[in-house]
């Protein structure tokens, strides 16, 4: 199977810009997990998804926002950019179901490094 | 808040030297721990994982971690460290989607 892709694979904005950023899964994954890696504060969690509902959200403004579609595909995307936000994006999927939610492996994809000017 | 925290931030060994990278969890809740690793420029891959059962065990490359409920600790442990090991670490807790901050290992050939 086909391992977890993110587009684009890096990024070049300036402050104030949006930008959307885009994962597939692994096929047959229907939860999708989005995280923040940045040298200060580490990896954060941003949101996860599944079956098209947003089922947690972590500590972020709302300027960052997200969606999966009825694919299990997942954008998110970050309006008004700041330079803060210059960051490793990575996307996580998993095969687990409503039942057994949050007991399955997170399969990491390569992340999009967006940069913020 | 439930967290994970990682106490070891750089640990540097000298090949075939022993390994033991701390993770501790907080009272509360499902524990799920996994350990990934993230080599340089690499994205973040499964070492190992544990849900039940078992307390001891045992993931790729010869890695393997012990979940000790009474000191709230799933320690990464290697016998031998290589070179290929330089890495950084990261435990992660999967039901409250939370990483520990992550060590950075470089292993001196």
């Known amino acids: 199977k086909a391992g977890v892709t993110q587009t684009p694979r890096y990024l070049i904005k300036t402050r104030g810009q949006q930008v959307t950023l885009s994962c597939s899964p692994i096929?047959?994954?229907?939860?999708v997990s989005w995280y923040q890696q940045t040298p200060g504060q580490g990896l954060q969690f941003l949101f996860e998804y599944f079956s098209e509902t947003q089922r947690n959200k972590g500590n972020f403004p709302g300027r960052f926002s997200g969606r999966q579609f009825s694919n299990s595909r997942s954008e998110m995307n970050v309006s008004t950019l700041e330079l803060g936000d210059s960051a490793l994006y990575l996307c996580a999927s998993s095969s687990e179901s409503i039942r057994l939610a949050g007991s399955d492996t997170q399969y990491f994809g390569p992340g999009t490094r967006l940069t913020v000017l | 808040a439930q967290s994970v925290s990682q106490h070891n931030h750089h640990v540097i060994l000298s090949e075939a030297a022993s390994l033991e990278l701390g993770c501790n969890y907080s009272y509360g809740g499902t524990v799920n721990l996994f350990w990934y690793v993230q080599y340089p420029g690499q994205h973040l891959q499964l070492l190992l994982k544990y849900f039940s059962g078992d307390p001891l065990v045992k993931g790729i490359k010869g890695f393997e971690a012990e979940f000790i409920k009474s000191k709230f600790s799933f320690n990464l442990r290697k016998p031998s460290v290589q070179w290929s090991d330089t890495a950084e670490y990261f435990c992660?807790?999967?039901?409250?989607?939370?990483f520990g901050s992550g060590t950075q290992l470089t292993v001196l050939p």
């Open positions: 096929s047959g994954h229907r939860s």
């Open positions: 992660f807790r999967r039901r409250q989607l939370t």
